[in-house]
């Protein structure tokens, strides 16, 4: 983690910059569970949903220890490689 | 009980209000966009009204806006304290609005409750009433929730916090922390941010701006100047900030602050450069002792590129413009072409190959001051170039027919910059020219008769015919022998460059006037 001070008059908050959005769903798509509870239950329908409507995408289901913490690098490095899109679970 | 602390905010009609004030107080502590605090605010006014006779009630409301709009809102007539600083706020460690204290007489907290509790309440007014002799007022408690959780206070949001408790240590770094995560790469995040000119810069870690304001004496709060065309406040702490992006050494910033104090005012008018579409740009002349000390070029290649004090004391003042002016190219900043010299453009004279007195003693200052001098340049450089002249009157000969050529040979010139290298300095320091005699006869060279001015086939470019109307101009007229500039102290010479090389180079100005600052002295 590298803390900079903003150079900016600080009028605007700090943008990120977001990846563009593909056209289509295709490839691979994670399902991240951040271990709130019932979690598993948005995410098992979603991924029903996905196997009827998008059959040829493939989906990986990934989970965080907890969801009071950031997660791991290893599971980012993880996800990144292995998956195209990521669905989050937020909230309870 | 433990004391709360004392502090004096002002009320919204600029009183001063000091806590503790000797008689028992209610705090309530609120925001405006926070509905737990609108729901409170009846009570908070109620008790003011019913009891304010033996306690004081005070709202202290966050955000100054807000605060006026909660006492148009509730029509309140109690104080509205404003806290938008935030440091009672911090000083108090709240978490929550609303915060409700009721504090005794010598400031001893005595109850506190945060959101709303229909029971709290209820029993406050009991409290306030035995506190104040005052008899409680009939109040519609079932018209209330029983409780509603409060909100999250201001001070403890993401940005201000670490702001806050950076005044609290007495810290000089209160610009916005930006936590890169270990994934992102901390350049690329930068580039992403829109921080850089397009070059790498270096990450300001608290660490290295710390450093660079080792450079100066100055308060890092200290506001130097308003940034067009955001006008923006540019305290030394965002200085520092955008010189370690630029890549400065602490010892330069003392530069970088005067060029910024120069750029901002209405003389060199630094809206105007960044957004003409001529493609002007600052060129920054050092001089005085500073320029040693801080190993700056004045030699072969002052204007190129290859010394640290040149390249980054030039970018520093521009990403200043940038990050906190926010002038960028399609925005405010509109040059048609733009031009090298909008990455950076700083040099020293070199004055001590000079015979003549140095930029900074021809304007009033003392030879031994440092001084930073802003030239509104319109890039160029034009080169002249005279290998064969051998003395003053030829070269100077040459040297006009290029000024004339400058913009546009049927075109007025503005203020000139002439960095002229040593070999020509020796030409016409051997016919014993001084600078003011040089900068004369350019003045009197570039005179044209009027007949080779006027717009004509050859060139759309001059003074149109019908100025001098019907008839056009007359014969007399046409002889009549027009100034390119309007006079002789529109040329500005610097001497600098290396030693072989028989070139002047000729940068024209843009419509602003240049001016200059003196660096602060930190040896």
Redesign the interface.
């Known amino acids: 983690m590298t803390t900079i001070l903003d150079p900016t008059d600080e009028r605007e908050p700090v943008g990120r910059q977001r990846s563009r959005r593909p056209e289509q769903i295709s490839g691979t798509v994670g399902l991240l569970d951040i271990s709130k509870p019932r979690g598993n239950v948005l995410l098992d329908r979603l991924e029903e949903l996905i196997h009827e409507r998008l059959p040829e995408v493939e989906v990986r289901r990934y989970t965080k220890p907890t969801f009071t913490k950031p997660a791991p690098d290893e599971l980012l490095r993880k996800m990144a490689g292995e998956v195209d899109f990521v669905i989050e679970g937020l909230a309870d | 009980m433990a004391s709360l602390p004392a502090f004096s905010l002002r009320d919204q009609s600029a009183g001063e209000r000091s806590f503790p004030s000797g008689r028992p107080a209610l705090l309530a502590f609120i925001k405006e966009d926070c509905p737990t605090c609108g729901t409170s605010m009846p009570l908070i006014e109620g008790a003011h009204r019913a009891f304010g006779d033996g306690v004081d009630v005070w709202a202290v409301g966050q955000e100054a806006k807000g605060n006026a709009a909660l006492v148009e809102r509730y029509g309140l007539t109690l104080p509205m304290l404003d806290d938008s600083e935030l440091g009672v706020s911090f000083r108090y460690d709240l978490d929550t609005v609303p915060t409700v204290l009721l504090a005794g007489a010598d400031g001893e907290e005595l109850r506190r409750f945060v959101g709303f509790g229909r029971d709290d309440w209820r029993s406050l007014y009991s409290q306030l009433g035995e506190l104040s002799g005052a008899a409680a007022p009939a109040v519609e408690w079932g018209a209330y929730p029983e409780s509603e959780p409060g909100c999250g206070a201001r001070n403890v949001e993401p940005g201000i916090a670490e702001r806050l408790e950076a005044i609290a240590e007495g810290s000089p ?1 209160l ?9 992102d790469d ?1 350049d690329e995040f ?1 580039f ?2 829109g ?1 850089s000119d397009g070059l790498p810069v270096v ?4 660490e290295r ?1 710390l450093r660079m304001l080792g450079g100066t004496r100055r308060d890092a709060q200290e506001v130097v100047a308003i ?1 067009p065309p ?1 006008m ?2 540019a305290t030394i ?2 200085i520092a ?2 010189s370690v ?1 630029a890549g400065c050494r602490p010892e330069y910033l003392p530069v970088v602050i005067a060029s910024l104090e120069a750029a901002c005012t209405d003389t060199f008018n630094a809206h105007g450069v960044w957004a003409t579409t001529m493609g002007a740009s600052p060129a920054m002349i050092v001089n005085g002792p500073i320029r040693d000390r801080i190993g700056m070029n004045s030699g072969l290649g002052a204007i190129g590129q290859g010394n640290r004090a040149n390249a980054t004391i030039g970018r520093a003042l521009r ?1 200043v413009l940038r ?4 002038a960028r190219p399609g925005g405010t900043e509109r040059s048609t072409l733009g031009s090298p010299a909008k990455f950076t453009f700083t040099f020293a004279e070199w004055e001590e190959r000079s015979p003549w007195t140095p930029l900074h003693v021809d304007r009033g200052y003392a030879a031994e001051q440092s001084v930073v001098t802003l030239f509104p340049a319109v890039p160029g450089p034009l080169i002249s170039m005279d290998q064969t002249s051998r003395s003053a009157e030829p070269l100077a000969g040459s040297l006009a027919m290029s000024l004339q050529a400058m913009m546009h040979p049927k075109s007025g010139g503005r203020d000139t910059l002439l960095i002229v290298t040593p070999e020509h300095v020796d030409t016409l320091w051997r016919d014993g020219w001084t600078k003011e005699r040089l900068a004369e006869r350019l003045w009197e060279l570039t005179h044209r008769p009027l007949r080779e001015l006027i717009q004509d086939e050859r060139s759309g470019v001059g003074r149109p015919l019908e100025e001098f109307g019907p008839d056009g101009p007359t014969e007399e007229q046409l002889n009549e022998l027009i100034p390119k500039f309007d006079s002789p102290q529109r040329l500005h010479i610097v001497v600098a460059g290396s030693e072989a090389g028989k070139i002047t180079a000729i940068f024209p100005g843009w419509g602003s006037l240049v001016e200059s600052r003196v660096i602060e002295d930190v040896v």
């Not at chain 2, 610009?175 to 994934?183: F, K, M, Q």
């Not at chain 2, 990450?203 to 608290?206: F, G, K, M, V």
């Not at chain 2, 990050?323 to 926010?326: E, P």
């Open positions: 770094l610009a916005r922390r930006i936590e890169i995560g270990s994934a901390p930068m992403d941010q921080f990450a300001p870690t608290p701006v940034v955001n923006a406040p702490e965002k900030i955008n992006l990403l990050n906190v002016g926010g």
